[in-house]
């Protein structure tokens, strides 16, 4: 009997090629003839799994997005049940910085398609709308922070919303070798401690 192909496993290992592509050589390089070399199969495989390039960017957009999600929910995860509001915010932070080569991958590749995305009005507003859902999770968790008692009542959530996503800008600055990934934590940790002056 021929060999069954996993069809989503074959796209995913498309699109970590181009992750790879991306972190190692750049966004200019992110063309299909690329990635197809560096996923070791055939330009052709490529394009039967993806008939565009901007195709192959939604997709391996996305699948960067579902990773660092799963990476939240194991750290959540062992955080304890409930887990603390602060833990659970320092947990989805750190993931969204270049800390571990996982998620410096993801990183490079949602700033690529940042990048992408001022050009292009199609990923503009997949990714307007991927970051619109991210930042309002964020806002729920401070919103109820807030309602419990954990967050002073005088913050607005939606102004401490946008400060703990400030704290995102620090990955240029760990990328190109500012600082160090150990001084970004400093930052996250002390900016939450602040946050969370209640002790509750």
Do not use: C
Request: glycine share 4%; hydrophobic share 40%; aromatic share 4%.
């Amino acid at each position: 009997m021929p060999k069954q192909v996993d069809h989503r496993e074959r796209r995913e290992t498309i699109a970590r090629a181009l992750w790879r592509v991306v972190e190692q050589r750049g966004i200019a390089h992110a063309s299909v003839r690329e990635v197809a070399q560096e996923a070791g199969i055939s330009h052709g495989a490529v394009q039967h799994y993806f008939a565009t390039r901007e195709e192959l960017l939604v997709f391996a957009m996305d699948f960067a997005s579902e990773q660092t999600s799963l990476r939240v929910a194991d750290g959540v995860r062992e955080l304890g049940s409930p887990p603390h509001p602060r833990d659970m915010l320092r947990a989805m932070l750190t993931e969204m910085l270049p800390l571990r080569p996982d998620a410096r991958a993801t990183s490079r590749m949602s700033a690529a398609y940042v990048l992408e995305a001022l050009h292009n009005a199609n990923i503009h507003a997949r990714a307007r709308d991927g970051l619109t859902h991210g930042r309002d999770l964020i806002e729920q968790i401070v919103r109820q922070a807030i309602t419990d008692g954990h967050i002073s009542p005088d913050r607005d959530p939606a102004t401490e919303t946008n400060l703990l996503l400030a704290l995102t800008g620090l990955t240029p600055l760990i990328e190109l070798s500012v600082i160090e990934p150990q001084e970004a934590l400093t930052a996250v940790d002390q900016h939450l401690n602040r946050l969370f002056t209640n002790k509750t």
